[in-house]
């Protein structure tokens, strides 16, 4: 099987503080953490591509020339002038890892601005894969004109997948968030949430509740994962299945877990394999994820 498989959101410079004082610098961001544990295990014939917004100064060339190394498709980058990067910093504090972002006028949040651009990439897009996080760096127009591209592009046969990515910092309130997440998973062939954010946000009892919700939404296939509780996989028509997760000893940094569980599942399912079967390939790649510093675990 072949085609192109498109993550859309936003990839932000990261300086993370090491122990000599000084900072190391990374690109890093849910969905394109998808898309490089997807590249990882897609096979040759797959595009990766990844679709945001980025200046058109030296980082976000250096930013472009990092994912084109990774094997990352950038021809659906659209570069915008006087923009930048998203930033991040990781501060250590007696081992403690605190987080300051300034994104809020990063370029990535131009994503629907020239909707000619943004259904070109979509159209032809075998899947496209996106997240509470892109939903939630929108304005609520530029959200409606995401998913009204995402509605078409499923018309034109390409499959959508979600994941809450639960981040209410970034939402304007969380009524609004609790809309714009449920608008995700009805435009969503498939979810991905994580049962202690969907807790608490919707006040689910069970994982069998946070995927029942989605499925009445409009998805076919809801995975709940739940840290190192089993993962729940439920769909449209009632089949259920539990993939196990052996907890580990040796957690350092969870970064990413649930974006390489993400990317991991859907290289496999794109490539033939039954969903249970992709969850515990998934499984395996974020359980190895969580015993490493950082998000991209090579
Ligand atoms: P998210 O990062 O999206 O919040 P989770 O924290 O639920 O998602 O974790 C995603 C996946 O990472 C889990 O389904 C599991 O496979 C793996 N994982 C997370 N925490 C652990 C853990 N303590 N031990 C083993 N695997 C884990």
């Given at each position: 099987m072949s085609g192109r498989f498109l993550c859309l959101g936003e990839c932000m410079l990261e300086l993370s503080e090491t122990q000599d004082g000084t900072y190391r610098r990374g690109f890093a961001g849910d969905t394109f953490n998808t898309a490089w544990y997807a590249r990882r295990a897609l096979g040759q014939g797959w595009s990766v591509a990844f679709g945001t917004c980025t200046g058109t100064d030296a980082v976000s060339d250096d930013m472009m020339a990092f994912m084109a190394a990774e094997?990352?498709?950038?021809?659906t980058i659209r570069r915008v002038p006087d923009r930048t990067l998203g930033l991040y910093m990781i501060s250590l504090a007696n081992g403690e890892r605190s987080f300051s972002y300034w994104r809020?006028?990063?370029?990535?949040?131009?994503?629907?601005?020239d909707d000619a651009w943004l259904r070109n990439i979509t159209l032809y897009a075998r899947h496209i894969h996106f997240s509470g996080i892109t939903l939630a760096i929108l304005s609520p127009y530029g959200r409606k004109r995401l998913l009204s591209a995402l509605a078409d592009a499923r018309v034109n046969g390409t499959t959508i997948s979600f994941d809450?990515?639960?981040?209410?910092?970034?939402?304007?309130?969380e009524a609004a968030m609790r809309a714009g997440l449920m608008q995700g998973a009805v435009h969503s062939n498939i979810v991905f949430p994580s049962f202690d954010e969907e807790k608490a946000t919707?006040?689910?009892?069970r994982p069998s509740a946070t995927a029942d919700r989605y499925l009445s939404a409009g998805s076919r296939l809801v995975i709940v994962k739940n840290g190192p509780g089993s993962v729940l996989l439920k769909t449209g028509d009632g089949e259920e299945a539990m993939v196990r997760v052996t907890p580990?000893?040796?957690?350092?940094d969870t970064t990413a877990a649930g974006d390489s569980f993400a990317g991991t599942f859907l290289a496999h399912l794109l490539d033939g394999a039954d969903p249970k079967t992709a969850a515990e390939k998934a499984t395996a790649v974020a359980s190895n994820v969580i015993t490493h510093r950082g998000a991209l675990i090579r």
């Open positions: 094997g990352i498709d950038t021809s809020s006028q990063s370029a990535a949040r131009l994503l629907t601005d809450t990515n639960i981040r209410t910092k970034l939402w304007e309130d919707f006040g689910d009892v580990s000893k040796s957690v350092i």
